[in-house]
C-alpha cells in the first residue's frame, strides 16, 4: 500500500521469547499478523517492522530492533508506535515510561492492541502507569515464587535444569504440564572425559595444561566447543561430579549477573549418581585452595592495546604474555609480548601465540597517531581518502556483514521450523526448549558480531566528513592523552578511538582503524576539557586505516 500524506504512519514491534512462545503459543508471525489487520482496518500506513525474535524482554539494551525504533524515534519516521501487548516493548515499567515519554517528546503516540488506551491525555497516562506497574507486579511475583520453587528443588538433592558436562538431562514423567521434572543421568563418555580431567588435575595440572592436553585428544565441550581455561576450572571446581547439588551461587542473577556472588550457596546432596569419588573430590578441592591461595604477580608497565590488537591467524583479541630469559650474568629478564588470547586460554590446538613485543608495539601506535595530529597534510589525504569511500576497506565489510545476514535468517528459519515442529507435536516441550536454546545462542553469538559490522557500514554511508571535524577530533584526543595521569586513563582512551590494529605473519603492525563519530568528539571534548564550542557538528561516523 502506498504512503498517503493524510495517513498515519506506524511502527510495528512485536518480540516473544522462547519460553513464551512454549508456554502460552504465540509466535511473532502471529502478533505481526494481527498488528497489521488492525493497521488495515484503522487506514494505517505501516512504516516498518521491529521484530525481536528469542530474546528476553527484562531489558532494553540487548535487544537490536527496540535500539533501531529508538533511533527512529529520534528522526519521527512514524506517528505511532504499534504493539500486540504493552510488555512486549518493556517488561520494567521505568523502562517502558521512559520509551513512552520519548516518544511523547516527538508526538508520536503509543498504542497496545490488547489494552485499549491511549497516552496523551492526563487519564490516559495514568491508566497507562497503572497497567505498566500491575504488569511488573505480577512478573516479579512469578518470579519470586519460582525461586522458592527452585531453592526447594535444590534442597530436596534435585536438579533445577541446565546441561551439565558428563550427564544428559533427562525429562521425568509428570503430571503437572507447567512445571518440568528433569533428572541426571550419566552419559559415560563424558563422564570419562570428567574423570581424565580430575586425574589430571589432582595430579599436579594447571588449567592451561589441561585444556591443551584435552584439546588436542579432540575433546569437545557440551556445545561442541574447544576447552578454555574457565571451562577446566568449571569442571573441577562444579560439586555435582561428586554427586551434590550447587545452586544459588550468584543472586539476583538478572540484575548483577556475575557480580553478586553468594558466600552461602545450597549444597545437598543429590539423587544423581556421582562420576568421581568424594575421596578425589577432596583431594582436588584442596588442590583448588592451595593454589587460590598464591597471591597474584604484579608487573609494572601499561598495555593500552591489549583487546583492539587483533592475531593475524584467528582474529582473537591479542592479550600479554611474558617469558622469562637468563643473561650470561645469571641474572633474569622479564621480555613481554602481545599474544593471541584464543591461545592463551585454549592452547596450541586452537592457534599460536603470534607474540609482538610490547615495546615495538606501543611506540608504533603512539608514533603513528602523534605524526598524524601533527601534520595537517597527513589529515587531509586521510579527509579525502574517507570522502572519496575507500572501497578496499568496506568491500570486505560488506561481504562479511551479508554472510552473517545470511547465517541469522537461516537460523530464524530453523528457530521457526523448530516451534511448528513442537505445535503440531512431532516433538516434545523439553526437546523444543533444548534445540530454541541453542539456536537462540547462536543468534545471540551472531547479532553481537554484526552489530560492529552495521555501525561500520552506517558509516560508508556518510557524503562528506570536512577537515575541521577530523581535526576537532584528533586535537581533542591529543589534549586529553597529555592530560591523563594513569594508564587506565590512557588505555580507555586508545579504545575510545582505536578500532582495531591489525598485524602480519611477520608480526609487524599492518593497520590502525580508527573509529571516529559524534559521540567520540563530545567524550574528547569533555576529556580535554574543550567546551568552548557549544555547537553540535553535523552527525558523522567513519572507520577509518592509517
Avoid at 520509551?99 to 497496545?112: C, G, Q, W, Y
Avoid at 589432582?202 to 571451562?231: E, P, R
Avoid at 605524526?371 to 572519496?388: A, Y
Wanted: aromatic share 8%; charged share 30%; proline share 2%.
Amino acid at each position: 500500500m502506498s504512503y498517503d500524506s493524510n495517513q498515519k504512519r506506524v511502527a510495528i514491534y512485536a518480540r516473544v521469547s522462547t519460553t513464551e512462545q512454549a508456554e502460552e503459543g504465540y509466535s511473532i508471525d502471529e502478533q505481526i499478523r494481527i498488528l497489521k489487520d488492525f493497521c488495515e482496518h484503522e487506514g494505517y500506513f505501516i512504516y516498518d517492522e521491529y521484530v525481536d525474535r528469542g530474546i528476553s524482554g527484562k531489558n532494553i539494551t540487548g535487544r537490536p530492533s527496540v535500539q533501531r525504533l529508538l533511533a527512529d524515534v529520534e528522526k519521527k519516521k512514524f506517528d505511532i508506535v504499534l504493539v500486540w501487548k504493552m510488555n512486549r516493548l518493556a517488561r520494567k515499567s521505568l523502562d517502558l515510561m521512559n520509551i513512552v515519554e520519548k516518544l511523547n517528546s516527538k508526538n508520536i503516540a503509543f498504542r497496545s492492541y490488547t489494552e485499549k488506551y491511549e497516552t496523551e491525555t492526563p487519564t490516559g497516562k495514568l491508566q497507562f502507569q497503572m497497567m505498566a506497574a500491575i504488569a511488573e507486579y505480577e512478573r516479579n511475583n512469578i518470579a519470586e515464587n519460582v525461586k522458592m520453587g527452585m531453592l526447594a528443588r535444590a534442597k530436596e538433592g534435585r536438579w533445577n535444569g541446565g546441561q551439565v558436562l558428563g550427564y544428559d538431562v533427562v525429562e521425568l514423567p509428570n503430571d503437572n504440564k507447567k512445571r518440568k521434572e528433569t533428572h541426571l543421568v550419566v552419559n559415560e563418555k563424558e563422564a570419562n572425559m570428567v574423570r581424565f580431567i580430575f586425574q589430571m588435575y589432582t595430579s599436579g595440572h594447571g588449567y592451561k595444561s589441561i585444556a591443551n592436553c584435552i584439546n588436542k585428544k579432540g575433546y569437545v565441550t557440551k556445545k561442541g566447543n574447544t576447552f578454555s581455561l574457565n571451562a577446566i576450572k568449571t569442571i573441577v571446581t562444579n560439586p555435582v561430579y561428586a554427586g551434590y547439588i550447587r545452586y544459588n551461587v550468584r543472586r539476583d542473577w538478572n540484575e548483577k549477573r556475575r557480580n553478586n556472588i553468594n558466600p552461602d550457596p545450597i549444597i545437598q546432596k543429590a539423587e544423581h549418581e556421582p562420576i568421581i569419588t568424594e575421596e578425589m573430590w577432596s583431594i582436588a578441592q584442596s588442590v583448588y585452595k592451595s593454589r587460590s591461595c598464591k597471591p597474584n604477580r604484579v608487573h609494572d608497565g601499561e598495555f593500552p592495546l591489549t583487546g583492539i590488537m587483533r592475531c593475524p591467524v584467528c582474529g582473537a583479541g591479542m592479550v600479554i604474555g611474558r617469558t622469562t630469559n637468563t643473561l650470561k650474568d645469571g641474572t633474569k629478564r622479564v621480555l613481554e609480548y602481545y599474544v593471541c588470547g584464543a591461545w592463551k586460554n585454549k592452547g596450541t590446538l586452537v592457534c599460536r601465540s603470534n607474540g609482538v613485543r610490547t615495546e615495538y608495539a606501543d611506540a608504533f601506535v603512539l608514533e603513528k597517531l602523534q605524526r598524524l595530529m601533527r601534520s595537517d597534510n597527513l589529515i587531509k589525504e586521510l579527509v579525502k581518502r574517507v570522502n572519496g569511500r575507500n572501497e578496499e576497506m568496506f568491500a570486505p565489510l560488506q561481504r562479511e556483514y551479508d554472510l552473517y545476514q545470511k547465517q541469522m535468517k537461516d537460523l530464524e528459519n530453523k528457530l521457526s521450523k523448530t516451534f511448528d515442529a513442537y505445535t503440531d507435536e512431532l516433538i516434545s516441550k523439553a526437546m523444543y526448549a533444548d534445540k530454541a536454546r541453542n539456536l537462540e545462542e547462536e543468534l545471540h553469538r551472531l547479532r553481537e558480531q554484526i552489530e560492529p559490522l552495521r555501525k561500520q557500514m552506517a558509516g560508508n554511508t556518510v557524503e562528506n566528513v570536512s577537515y575541521e571535524v577530523i581535526k576537532d577530533v584528533l586535537t581533542n584526543f591529543s589534549l586529553a592523552f597529555k592530560k591523563a595521569l594513569t594508564r587506565e586513563q590512557r588505555k580507555r582512551l586508545y579504545h575510545l578511538i582505536i578500532h582495531k590494529i591489525t598485524i602480519g605473519e611477520d608480526r609487524k603492525i599492518e593497520s590502525i582503524q580508527l573509529m571516529l563519530n559524534n559521540s567520540i568528539l563530545e567524550e574528547l571534548k569533555i576529556g580535554a576539557d574543550d567546551l568552548s564550542n557549544d555547537e553540535s557538528s553535523a552527525p558523522f561516523s567513519i572507520l577509518i586505516a592509517i
